[in-house]
């Protein structure tokens, strides 16, 4: 049965033209040949829509193992902070810095949450002075009579861990090193006199380095930079006392592979390894990571490297972690549709927008959007009745709503099939149905109809 409410259009001219031809004849005019008009309303060809299959894989997708955030957005505070007894710092919330080619600021990631009790699990970690914030700031207070942090080396350094954790569970803790009381052999208190080991930090590449079994790749150089501290200052390598350059070299150790992901299961892999691939004058010091053929695909790796600056009081190093995804990373991992759009469309008419663009996870800066990737292909998930009524026409989300029930507010789920058989989880695009009453104000008394926005 039509709706009371669908306009119905009646074409008179077919009619008049008959009329007048039986006219001209009756008055004994000759008679005339009259066409009937061409309908000057016909609507343009529909275009067929393009994601006519839909892969049975659900909102989900195929859930391909995604990178964990922290490879691409690691939360970047100054190399180091200094208080003295008594004295209260605030340490601002995080910012996120790649150093690889070049050191460069990117937008904070969405959805993380931070623990305000982080735990730690060492005597100098996290002490019940240092308060931590939702966000990943930090009040130090630090007592009048601050015991020693029990460190060694007879250096006051504290350790402050941050942890936050994404939508997906993934978690990761930040360490930031708290300087005590730094005094020179007089008593005085020295801020600048600290020792190398809390000075720098080295800094590795912050996006995500994907090896596949059978590959070696190598990374030139290592970023002492500190963005937080000194903005637009490159650091150089440190330099022992002898202007030595200090020394870096693989780690290896059980003790220390045991804090370390997956780094048991690297080596435990014939043909695994991590070699320094040169250290001589003149030469960027470059480090080479190798994935035997047969080696299983393990994920997130962190393999830990030594950084020995000398033996001043006692051992002085760091031990960080070289990030790796060691595996075949499918594209519904690597790419993820940024898309920032919405449709407002008419009952009986027709709004377009268009698709994502994709940022690339394993690109050096996640601002980069390259272009759509080659065989991807959008498709409007099966969810309720959205597809009657959206659809992916010439590689735009086009939505024709049919219906006066349509009307209003909907988030509409979109996918991505790509060309290696992954898709993607879905996106929602906003689309807000309107009819021709929406679009006027009220009349009031005698007053006129005023177009909204007009």
């Given at each position: 049965?039509?709706?009371?409410?669908?306009?119905?259009?009646?074409?008179?001219?077919?009619?008049?033209?008959?009329?007048?031809?039986?006219?001209?004849?009756i008055?004994?005019?000759?008679?005339?040949?009259?066409?009937?008009?061409?309908?000057?309303?016909?609507?343009?060809?529909?275009?067929?829509?393009?994601?006519?299959?839909?892969?049975?894989?659900?909102l989900?997708?195929?859930?391909?193992?995604?990178?964990?955030?922290?490879?691409?957005?690691?939360?970047?505070?100054?190399?180091?902070?200094?208080?003295?007894?008594?004295?209260?710092?605030?340490?601002?919330?995080?910012?996120?810095?790649?150093?690889?080619?070049?050191?460069?600021?990117?937008?904070?990631?969405?959805?993380?949450?931070?623990?305000?009790?982080?735990?730690?699990?060492?005597?100098?970690?996290?002490?019940?002075?240092?308060?931590?914030?939702?966000?990943?700031?930090?009040?130090?207070?630090?007592?009048?009579?601050?015991?020693?942090?029990?460190?060694?080396?007879?250096?006051?350094?504290?350790?402050?861990?941050?942890?936050?954790?994404?939508?997906?569970?993934?978690?990761?803790?930040?360490?930031?090193?708290?300087?005590?009381?730094?005094?020179?052999?007089?008593?005085?208190?020295?801020?600048?006199?600290?020792?190398d080991?809390?000075?720098?930090?080295?800094?590795?590449?912050?996006?995500?380095?994907?090896?596949?079994?059978?590959?070696?790749?190598?990374f030139?150089?290592?970023?002492?930079?500190?963005?937080?501290?000194?903005p637009?200052?490159?650091?150089?390598?440190?330099?022992?006392?002898n202007?030595?350059?200090?020394?870096?070299?693989?780690?290896?150790?059980?003790?220390?592979?045991?804090?370390?992901?997956?780094?048991?299961?690297?080596?435990?892999?014939?043909?695994?390894?991590a070699?320094?691939?040169?250290?001589?004058?003149?030469?960027?010091?470059?480090?080479?990571?190798?994935?035997?053929?047969?080696?299983?695909?393990?994920?997130?790796?962190?393999?830990?490297?030594?950084?020995?600056?000398?033996?001043?009081e006692?051992?002085?190093?760091?031990?960080?972690?070289f990030?790796?995804?060691v595996?075949?990373?499918?594209?519904?991992?690597?790419?993820?549709?940024?898309?920032?759009?919405?449709?407002?469309?008419?009952?009986?008419?027709?709004?377009?927008?268009?698709?994502?663009?994709?940022?690339?996870?394993?690109?050096?800066?996640?601002?980069?959007?390259?272009?759509t990737?080659?065989?991807?292909?959008?498709?409007?998930?099966?969810?309720?009745?959205n597809?009657?009524?959206?659809?992916?026409?010439?590689?735009?989300?086009?939505?024709r709503?049919?219906?006066?029930s349509?009307?209003?507010?909907?988030?509409?789920?979109?996918q991505?099939?790509?060309?290696?058989?992954?898709?993607?989880?879905?996106?929602?695009?906003?689309?807000?149905?309107?009819?021709?009453?929406?679009?006027?104000?009220?009349?009031?008394?005698?007053?006129?109809?005023?177009?909204?926005?007009?």
């Amino acid at each position: 049965m039509r709706s009371i409410f669908t306009p119905r259009k009646v074409d008179l001219r077919p009619a008049l033209a008959a009329s007048m031809a039986a006219t001209l004849a009756i008055s004994g005019t000759a008679a005339v040949s009259v066409t009937a008009p061409v309908a000057a309303y016909a609507q343009a060809a529909v275009p067929d829509r393009e994601d006519k299959e839909v892969p049975s894989v659900g909102l989900q997708g195929t859930n391909e193992e995604q990178l964990p955030w922290f490879l691409t957005y690691r939360p970047t505070y100054a190399d180091y902070y200094v208080a003295d007894p008594g004295e209260t710092i605030e340490i601002p919330a995080p910012e996120y810095w790649e150093f690889y080619p070049e050191t460069v600021q990117r937008s904070a990631p969405e959805g993380l949450t931070w623990s305000t009790q982080p735990a730690g699990g060492e005597a100098w970690q996290n002490p019940d002075w240092a308060e931590f914030h939702d966000d990943g700031s930090v009040t130090v207070k630090v007592p009048e009579d601050v015991r020693d942090s029990g460190y060694g080396m007879n250096q006051n350094v504290w350790t402050l861990f941050t942890e936050a954790t994404d939508p997906s569970g993934y978690s990761f803790k930040t360490s930031i090193p708290l300087y005590v009381n730094p005094r020179d052999s007089n008593g005085n208190i020295v801020k600048g006199k600290l020792p190398d080991f809390v000075r720098y930090e080295p800094k590795f590449p912050r996006h995500p380095i994907v090896i596949a079994p059978g590959e070696t790749k190598i990374f030139e150089g290592v970023a002492f930079d500190d963005p937080i501290r000194n903005p637009n200052v490159n650091v150089d390598w440190p330099l022992k006392k002898n202007g030595d350059k200090i020394e870096y070299k693989v780690e290896k150790q059980q003790s220390i592979l045991d804090a370390s992901h997956n780094a048991n299961k690297f080596y435990g892999v014939e043909g695994n390894d991590a070699t320094i691939t040169y250290d001589t004058p003149g030469k960027t010091i470059g480090t080479a990571i190798t994935v035997d053929k047969n080696s299983p695909e393990l994920g997130w790796v962190e393999i830990p490297f030594t950084f020995m600056y000398g033996k001043n009081e006692g051992p002085e190093y760091d031990i960080p972690n070289f990030q790796i995804f060691v595996g075949n990373l499918k594209d519904a991992a690597r790419f993820t549709a940024d898309f920032r759009g919405s449709i407002t469309v008419g009952v009986q008419d027709s709004g377009a927008v268009d698709g994502p663009k994709f940022i690339d996870a394993t690109s050096v800066n996640k601002d980069d959007v390259p272009a759509t990737p080659q065989g991807a292909k959008l498709f409007v998930s099966d969810v309720n009745n959205n597809r009657d009524w959206v659809r992916i026409e010439n590689g735009k989300i086009v939505a024709r709503p049919n219906d006066l029930s349509l009307k209003g507010k909907h988030n509409v789920p979109v996918q991505i099939a790509f060309a290696d058989g992954s898709v993607s989880p879905a996106f929602n695009v906003p689309i807000t149905v309107t009819t021709q009453n929406d679009q006027y104000d009220p009349i009031i008394g005698n007053g006129i109809a005023t177009k909204v926005g007009a």
